[in-house]
């Protein structure tokens, strides 16, 4: 996240001494397709983000300069006044958000770079939003907001203004991030708890497949109405409250498919209840055994892997690195990979070769490193 060519944007294309605000991407270590079951997600701040050199204006409209996409937009403040430009339809949404409640906002200048890479599965679009939302709490509402409440700000914008219906996760890490940290979201209750994350001697990299495979039939909702079947077949109101002795006794009253569903989850909830306990200890190897159940649970069980990134996890495997499996949905994106620093220059070319060998391009790595959540930074 570079600084200075934000604030030299900003002083290219307005006046006035602004402030300047950043706000992270994130991953999720452990605890896939919990979150609508009411489960635990595992997420934590990475080390890139969006930098933005904010000035209020005095005048009743928003100026912005997008330095990766070289565009500038205006726009009004006004339900009616949404802007054309998608990444501009973000910065709209958190201030309407914002307005919603009840906080004055006011026009301002901007301009902003990011270097979250887009659609990688690492949240470019949450981190956008928790850098708006904090700046505007910051600027216009006397830091007023709770954090959560700026979270949402988020998850809303992405639900009104962009056409995502996604969770809080995403939203959630970017704005509570912490150095040396991941946090377990229970997502029933909301409330969280930071662990130790600091894997001396080993390293956390993506690898990205740059495949993403569009299905015919929505194989999320398939997924979620098996899960609630079996959470019905069982009187619970979600897949949280079941354990795995639970759904052994009625195996026999429900499908085959939905057995393998129900197993997923349940399981991955035991993992990532099993994660926290071993970061407490330092145990990095049950981290990573965890991470391959998770992988194999979510190709064999849950059914949401694809060939390539089942490629990218064997492949893993074989060059000894500690733990892999597909971060996000699944069907395309990224792998996490923990692997012990020895290893990485290995893995890592392996990967490349291998992989493009058998696919035609090569996968993109990135490492990362947990780091601090939406703040202000002069
Ligand atoms: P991701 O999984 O990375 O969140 P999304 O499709 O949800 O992918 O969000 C990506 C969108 O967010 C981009 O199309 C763009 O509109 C906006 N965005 C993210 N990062 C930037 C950036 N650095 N500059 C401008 N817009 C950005
Ligand atoms: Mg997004």
């Avoid at 890479?117 to 830091?143: Q, R």
Wanted: hydrophobic share 40%; net charge negative; with cysteine.
């Amino acid at each position: 996240m570079d600084v200075d060519i934000v604030k030299k944007a900003f002083a290219d294309h307005f006046e006035g001494q602004c402030a300047v605000y950043a706000s992270p991407g994130r991953i999720n270590l452990i605890g896939e397709h919990t979150d609508y079951n009411g489960g635990f997600v595992f997420p934590g701040a990475v080390d890139c983000g969006i930098v933005a050199a904010i000035l209020p204006n005095g005048l009743d409209k928003v100026r912005a300069y997008s330095v990766d996409m070289n565009e500038s937009a205006e726009f009004g403040l006004k339900e009616e006044d949404a802007p054309q430009q998608g990444w501009a339809k973000y910065i709209f949404g958190v201030c309407r958000e914002m307005a919603k409640l009840g906080v004055e906002v006011k026009g301002f200048d901007c301009a902003f770079a990011g270097d979250v890479p887009l659609g990688a599965g690492m949240s470019s679009s949450a981190a956008l939003e928790s850098t708006f939302a904090y700046a505007i709490n910051d600027l216009f509402a006397g830091n007023k907001i709770d954090k959560f409440a700026l979270a949402k700000v988020g998850q809303m914008t992405e639900h009104h203004y962009v056409g995502v219906n996604c969770g809080i996760m995403d939203q959630f890490a970017s704005v509570f991030g912490k150095k040396g940290n991941l946090m377990r979201l229970d997502c029933r209750s909301m409330e969280f708890e930071y662990f130790p994350f600091d894997p001396q001697g080993y390293k956390l990299l993506l690898v990205n497949s740059v495949v993403k495979h569009e299905l015919v039939d929505s194989p999320y909702n398939k997924r979620r109405e098996s899960c609630e079947r079996v959470a019905k077949a069982l009187g619970v109101e979600t897949l949280r409250d079941a354990e795995a002795e639970d759904l052994e006794r009625i195996k026999d009253e429900i499908s085959e498919e939905d057995y393998k569903r129900a197993k997923y989850v349940i399981g991955e909830k035991q993992r990532v209840l099993d994660v926290c306990d071993a970061l407490i200890k330092g145990d990095y190897e049950t981290v990573g055994a965890r991470m391959y159940q998770t992988h194999w649970g979510m190709s064999k069980d849950y059914e949401v892997s694809c060939e390539e990134l089942d490629f990218l996890a064997e492949l893993a495997e074989k060059c000894g690195v500690t733990g892999a499996r597909i971060m996000g949905g699944g069907f395309g994106g990224c792998t996490i990979n923990l692997v012990k620093e020895e290893l990485y220059d290995d893995f890592v070319s392996a990967a490349k070769r291998e992989f493009a060998a058998k696919y035609g391009h090569e996968p993109k790595i990135y490492d990362v490193v947990i780091s601090d959540g939406a703040r202000r930074l002069e």
